[in-house]
């Protein structure tokens, strides 16, 4: 069985561009949440999604969006990067019920110059 | 409030020793999860161990095993036999389920575990 993946693995780019991260869950699983890791805030939720729809966002500006498909990949959007947006871009899988385990990718380390 | 606690910023351990990483946890909710992950150098957060809170038994994955004591609101990561490959930063979470969970993860500042040869 195929694990959390994320593509791409590592990213350069420049301030005032826009990026997008992409996830696939592990199959079967239906929720697709998203965090950001910074050595100053540590791992912060941005949001999760549950069929093809957003249900919780974390504290974080505009400029961070994302959406799912049908098939329950994920991507997130970044617009308008800011030098402190570069982290390590982390999502998780889960079949989105109650007390059920949630697994993550390897990432994508977001580098913003 | 700090919803997870993870007081040892850092831990050096002697390889074969056993060890217990220590979490503490804040919620009103009475349906959550507790996580354990592991995330060495690399990046990568790997999946450790779960426990739900109305699970009667303590969660044990091969040498992994969570200590929960559901009043104290504690949820210690023991790993018994420690290797090499266990030096890692390890991460407590948990996720509140009334409402499906929709919250995601609240993790804890994390620590640092060095396995010594």
């Known amino acids: 069985k195929a694990g959390v993946t994320q593509t791409p693995r590592y990213l350069i780019k420049t301030r005032g561009q826009q990026v997008t991260l992409s996830c696939s869950p592990i199959?079967?699983?239906?929720?697709v949440s998203w965090y950001q890791q910074t050595p100053g805030q540590g791992l912060q939720f941005l949001f999760e999604y549950f069929s093809e729809t957003q249900r919780n966002k974390g504290n974080f500006p505009g400029r961070f969006s994302g959406r799912q498909f049908s098939n329950s990949r994920s991507e997130m959007n970044v617009s308008t990067l800011e030098l402190g947006d570069s982290a390590l871009y982390l999502c998780?899988?889960?079949?989105?019920?109650?007390?059920?385990?949630?697994?993550f990718g390897q990432g994508t380390r977001l580098t913003v110059v | 409030a700090q919803k997870i606690t993870q007081t040892q910023p850092g831990m050096f351990v002697q390889e074969k020793e056993a060890v217990t990483l220590d979490c503490t946890y804040d919620t009103s909710d009475p349906s959550y999860g507790l996580f354990w992950y592991k995330q060495p150098s690399s990046g990568e957060m790997i999946f450790l161990i779960y426990q739900g809170s109305y699970d009667q038994q303590n969660a044990t994955e091969g040498r992994y095993s969570l200590n929960f004591q559901k009043a104290r609101k504690s949820a210690n990561l023991v790993i018994s036999a420690s290797q090499l490959g266990d030096s890692a930063m390890y991460f407590c979470a948990m996720r509140e389920e009334t409402g499906g969970g929709a919250d995601g993860l609240t993790f804890g500042k994390g620590t640092h575990l060095i396995i010594q040869p």
């Open positions: 998780a899988s889960s079949q989105g019920s109650r007390n059920t385990e949630a697994f």
């Open positions: 199959s079967g699983h239906r929720s």
